[in-house]
T-cell receptor, first 115, second 119 residues
């Protein structure tokens, strides 16, 4: 069983709605990630938090707003999304450190449908 | 820039047989990590195995082994004794070491191989 938990598993929202995806890990990892995955494609990195600070933003539209309340939690706030934003959103975490090869562990994902 | 190539969009294997999923990579960095992930239709991305660029021995994890050939820049995944539950999409991925100036936050993924295990 994954140690990165995501809620909700499925979310359907209208284009004017505001919703949030939530992620929690209890592995003591200090790096947390949001990935977006479209059907039949590999995941694409959206955001990276390191020690609760935003480290990487891969030019993601502002309708996606990440938040890291503490070292175990990561949220993705959604507002005014478009139908093309429908995808699987994967949360992940890893150890921090200068060395390479820090394994990134993923959650089960949240399936988002924008109608 | 780094690149991962998985040339097999789909593979079929009989239950209990072994299967090899191909992965080649391209990077000019000397320090990097190679990963394999399994993604069932449920969506979860499951970590399978890791190989560091300086590791001299091929990585193994249960029924999974990684055939690492550094000179050929290949990192093939071998699954022994296939099971029906192995049917899934398999992604090869690479990250760079910060020591080489890269970012070990960023995983570069291949396009994936869809494995089907037949009974």
């Amino acid at each position: 069983d994954t140690e990165v938990t995501q809620t909700p598993k499925h979310l359907v929202m209208g284009m004017t709605n505001k919703k949030s995806l939530k992620c929690e890990q209890h592995m003591g990892h200090r790096a947390m990630y949001w990935y977006k995955q479209k059907a039949k494609k590999p995941p694409e990195l959206m955001f990276v938090y390191s020690y609760e600070k935003l480290s990487i933003n891969e030019s993601v539209p502002s309708r996606f707003s990440p938040e890291c309340p503490n070292s175990s939690l990561l949220n993705l706030h959604l507002h005014a999304l478009q139908p093309e934003d429908s995808a699987l959103y994967l949360c992940a975490s890893s150890q921090e450190g200068r060395g390479g090869g820090n394994t990134i562990y993923f959650g089960e994902g949240s399936w988002l449908t924008v109608v | 820039a780094q690149k991962i190539t998985q040339t097999q969009p789909g593979m079929f294997v009989q239950e209990k047989e072994a299967v090899t999923l191909d992965c080649t990579y391209d990077t000019s960095d000397q320090s990097y990590g190679l990963f394999w992930y399994k993604q069932p239709s449920s969506g979860e991305m499951i970590f399978l195995i890791y190989q560091g660029s300086y590791d001299e021995q091929n990585a193994t994890e249960g029924r999974y082994s990684l055939n690492f050939q550094k000179a050929r820049k290949s990192a093939n995944l071998v699954i022994s004794a296939s099971q029906l539950g192995d049917s899934a999409m398999y992604f090869c991925a690479m990250s760079l070491s910060r020591n080489s100036g890269g970012s070990n936050y960023k995983l570069t993924f291949g396009k994936g191989t869809l494995l089907t295990v037949n009974p």
